[in-house]
């Protein structure tokens, strides 16, 4: 009889014990595609919102449609024409994109690395998701020109289209639609496997010693590029004035504020892969990146709405060069040449 | 309880007096019909074409003439496309007691609490196939009024995208005082024709500033940049005159 405590006791652990083994847990989230590198970031996954689930088959079409040119006025534009894969998904050298009957635009086209992560999108930071972004380059005049009426009757009209989005919202073709495929799509640009992950990771060979030294500048608050350039994809998401001018010809993001104090502020951009994403600057005035640390070296240019953190930063030029071969060890080429990114059947163009 | 009945019968007979209403609209330029490919002049000689209007008509109500409105609920997108009709169309649909009324007011625009919903998830006359969201800049245009100029040196399109919660249009045609507006819906329902002179816009404000389609930051206006926020303005405070009454 005294022992009968212990015994129930011992089943209750036991019962316990059995519980905690086959209690279902959530699992890891699963890669975004097969081919994707290790994602060093802890387990870093991309936001996904309850109104656009991620499915393979959307992911698919978003592919589709984010390499098809029939998505412009003049059938010349797809998205990847200003979203290269091969400069991580910008547009490769050029100062500013050519758009439907080549018209320029004004501001250079950014990388999309990593751009599920991202809380503001275009250069004001104006947008607060893909795909109300998305919603931006395929209507505007001077990129795709398409009015959602054309842009629908134009898909339902491709029988493969019709189907897939048939399949995957079960309604026709719609500008909204499309903008949440290709929304669904630019969420597997995940790219965290450069020389500096691998060294985050415990690789002590992945960074050269002056990437190292880089490095150091970079997190210093001599070289003080951290403050804006911050976290996993070394940005803050915000909008600042760099002082790149005194008078700003695009004023930015006082173009949507109509403030003064916003004349000249644009969003700090993502620095993973910037070495692949030549000219910089919102206006794609800056042809190297050793002329973009020499802008920051110098404080800029006069400018009463700067940032707060921009001045003389007195680096020597060995100094320079060892904060832009740290920008370089941010280059991941498994991104750019990952098959499950590229055109959908190497080609593009047609479903 | 007997009160309960009362509320309930008021608002069954309030319910059954309501009777449907059109309201319709005329495009003009100055006092002709606006037709699509007829060329046209502003006051500075700039010759021009329409190409499209597309507009948001909200908070509508019409006014008794004791000064109480009829409030009417919902918003409408009125659109106007070349070579679709530009006279006598169909805009909103509202039911309102019958009655005399001396005007009718609403808003050029989308009331503040739909402007800032996530457009993602919203139906028409809302949304992003609404062709009027502005991606760059949260909410919807209210106004869009875009042509072609035809310069000297070539035909050049132009755009006016009139929005933001700074920009939303008051149109006011009631008159208490005067008399001189009477808008007598039948108990058979009835049609209220708007004219819009879309040529307004382009009248030169203070100083004589107007929208001159030879600068080309001029042929895109939007939103509250200062640099085109003055001419903005302007076209603001005209259109705020360019709906009547059609007689």
Same mark, same amino acid.
């Given at each position: 009889?005294?022992?009968?405590?212990?015994?129930?006791?011992?089943?209750?652990?036991?019962?316990?014990?059995?519980?905690?083994?086959?209690?279902?847990?959530?699992?890891?989230?699963?890669?975004?595609?097969?081919?994707?590198?290790?994602?060093?970031?802890?387990?870093?996954?991309?936001?996904?919102?309850?109104?656009?689930?991620?499915?393979?088959?959307?992911?698919?079409?978003?592919?589709?449609?984010?390499?098809?040119?029939?998505?412009?006025?003049?059938?010349?534009?797809?998205?990847?024409?200003?979203?290269?894969?091969?400069?991580?998904?910008?547009?490769?050298?050029?100062?500013?994109?050519?758009?439907?009957?080549?018209?320029?635009?004004?501001?250079?086209?950014?990388?999309?690395?990593?751009?599920?992560?991202?809380?503001?999108?275009?250069?004001?930071?104006?947008?607060?998701?893909?795909?109300?972004?998305?919603?931006?380059?395929?209507?505007?005049?001077?990129?795709?020109?398409?009015?959602?009426?054309?842009?629908?009757?134009?898909?339902?009209?491709?029988?493969?289209?019709? @189907?897939?989005?048939?399949?995957?919202?079960?309604?026709?073709?719609?500008?909204?639609?499309?903008?949440?495929?290709?929304?669904?799509?630019?969420?597997?640009?995940?790219?965290?496997?450069?020389?500096?992950?691998?060294? @985050?990771?415990?690789?002590?060979?992945?960074?050269?010693?002056?990437?190292?030294?880089?490095?150091?500048?970079?997190?210093?608050?001599?070289?003080?590029?951290?403050?804006?350039?911050?976290?996993?994809?070394?940005?803050?998401?915000?909008?600042?004035?760099?002082?790149?001018?005194?008078?700003?010809?695009?004023?930015?993001?006082?173009?949507?504020?109509?403030?003064?104090?916003?004349?000249?502020?644009?969003?700090?951009?993502?620095?993973?892969?910037?070495?692949?994403?030549?000219?910089?600057?919102?206006?794609?005035?800056?042809?190297?990146?050793?002329?973009?640390?020499?802008?920051?070296?110098?404080?800029?240019?006069?400018?009463?709405?700067?940032?707060?953190?921009?001045?003389?930063?007195?680096?020597?030029? @060995?100094?320079?060069?060892?904060?832009?071969?740290?920008?370089?060890?941010?280059?991941?080429?498994?991104?750019?040449?990952?098959?499950?990114?590229?055109?959908?059947?190497? @080609?593009?163009?047609?479903? | 309880?007997?009160?309960?009945?009362?509320?309930?019968?008021?608002?069954?007979?309030?319910?059954?007096?309501?009777?449907?209403?059109?309201?319709?609209?005329?495009?003009? =330029?100055?006092?002709?019909?606006?037709?699509?490919?007829?060329?046209?002049?502003?006051?500075?000689?700039?010759?021009?074409?329409?190409?499209?209007?597309?507009?948001?008509?909200?908070?509508?109500?019409?006014?008794?003439?004791?000064?109480?409105?009829?409030?009417?609920?919902?918003?409408?997108?009125?659109?106007?496309?070349?070579?679709?009709?530009?006279?006598?169309?169909? =805009?909103?649909?509202?039911?309102?007691?019958?009655?005399?009324?001396?005007?009718?007011?609403?808003?050029?625009?989308?009331?503040?609490?739909?402007?800032?919903?996530?457009?993602?998830?919203?139906?028409?006359?809302?949304?992003?196939?609404?062709?009027?969201?502005?991606?760059?800049?949260?909410?919807?245009?209210?106004?869009?009024?875009?042509?072609?100029?035809?310069?000297?040196?070539?035909?050049?399109?132009?755009?006016?995208?009139?929005?933001?919660?700074?920009?939303?249009?008051?149109?006011?045609?009631?008159?208490?005082?005067?008399?001189?507006?009477?808008?007598?819906?039948?108990?058979?329902?009835?049609?209220?024709?708007?004219?819009?002179?879309?040529?307004?816009?382009?009248?030169?404000?203070?100083?004589?500033?107007?929208?001159?389609?030879?600068?080309?930051?001029?042929?895109?206006?939007?939103?509250?940049?200062?640099?085109?926020?003055?001419?903005?303005?302007?076209?603001?405070?005209?259109?705020?005159?360019?709906?009547?009454?059609?007689?």
């Amino acid at each position: 009889m005294r022992r009968r405590p212990m015994v129930w006791v011992g089943l209750l652990l036991g019962v316990g014990l059995l519980g905690w083994y086959f209690w279902p847990r959530s699992a890891p989230p699963p890669p975004l595609h097969p081919s994707s590198p290790r994602i060093l970031f802890a387990e870093r996954s991309v936001p996904i919102p309850e109104d656009n689930p991620q499915t393979p088959a959307k992911v698919a079409l978003g592919r589709k449609l984010f390499y098809d040119t029939r998505l412009s006025k003049d059938n010349t534009v797809a998205c990847a024409s200003c979203h290269k894969p091969e400069f991580a998904f910008s547009d490769g050298g050029k100062a500013v994109s050519t758009g439907i009957f080549g018209r320029k635009g004004t501001r250079n086209a950014p990388t999309l690395t990593n751009v599920g992560f991202r809380r503001h999108l275009f250069w004001e930071g104006r947008s607060p998701r893909l795909e109300l972004q998305a919603v931006g380059p395929l209507t505007a005049h001077d990129e795709m020109g398409l009015e959602p009426e054309e842009l629908a009757q134009r898909l339902q009209a491709i029988p493969e289209y019709a @189907q897939a989005f048939r399949e995957v919202f079960g309604e026709p073709p719609s500008l909204r639609a499309v903008t949440y495929a290709i929304a669904a799509f630019e969420r597997t640009l995940v790219s965290y496997n450069s020389p500096f992950d691998r060294y @985050q990771a415990g690789d002590d060979q992945a960074l050269s010693p002056a990437a190292l030294r880089g490095m150091e500048l970079f997190f210093s608050e001599k070289g003080d590029c951290f403050h804006c350039h911050v976290g996993p994809d070394f940005t803050d998401d915000e909008p600042r004035n760099t002082a790149l001018y005194t008078v700003y010809k695009d004023i930015g993001l006082a173009r949507a504020t109509g403030k003064d104090e916003d004349v000249g502020k644009f969003k700090t951009p993502t620095l993973r892969n910037v070495a692949l994403t030549a000219p910089y600057m919102h206006d794609g005035s800056i042809r190297t990146l050793r002329e973009v640390v020499q802008h920051y070296n110098r404080g800029g240019e006069p400018n009463l709405n700067a940032d707060a953190l921009i001045r003389p930063l007195g680096l020597t030029d @060995q100094e320079v060069d060892d904060l832009v071969a740290f920008l370089e060890a941010l280059t991941d080429t498994s991104f750019t040449t990952n098959p499950a990114l590229l055109p959908p059947g190497g @080609q593009g163009g047609a479903p | 309880m007997k009160k309960g009945w009362l509320v309930f019968l008021l608002l069954l007979s309030a319910h059954a007096l309501a009777v449907p209403v059109e309201i319709k609209v005329n495009l003009r =330029v100055g006092d002709r019909p606006l037709q699509w490919g007829q060329t046209y002049q502003t006051p500075q000689g700039q010759r021009y074409q329409i190409d499209l209007l597309k507009f948001y008509i909200s908070e509508v109500a019409l006014v008794r003439p004791d000064g109480r409105e009829v409030r009417v609920d919902g918003l409408a997108l009125a659109e106007f496309k070349r070579d679709g009709p530009t006279q006598g169309v169909s =805009v909103m649909k509202l039911d309102v007691p019958a009655g005399q009324y001396r005007g009718l007011r609403f808003n050029v625009g989308v009331p503040r609490e739909l402007n800032h919903l996530d457009a993602g998830t919203q139906q028409l006359p809302l949304g992003v196939n609404s062709g009027m969201y502005w991606a760059w800049n949260p909410g919807y245009i209210f106004y869009r009024l875009e042509g072609t100029a035809l310069l000297p040196e070539g035909n050049q399109k132009w755009v006016i995208h009139m929005g933001t919660d700074t920009f939303r249009i008051p149109v006011r045609l009631h008159d208490l005082q005067t008399r001189r507006v009477q808008i007598n819906i039948p108990p058979g329902g009835g049609v209220i024709v708007l004219n819009l002179d879309v040529a307004r816009a382009f009248e030169p404000g203070p100083g004589g500033v107007f929208v001159d389609w030879r600068k080309q930051p001029l042929r895109q206006l939007h939103g509250l940049s200062p640099e085109t926020s003055l001419l903005m303005s302007v076209v603001y405070f005209n259109m705020q005159t360019a709906f009547s009454l059609a007689q």
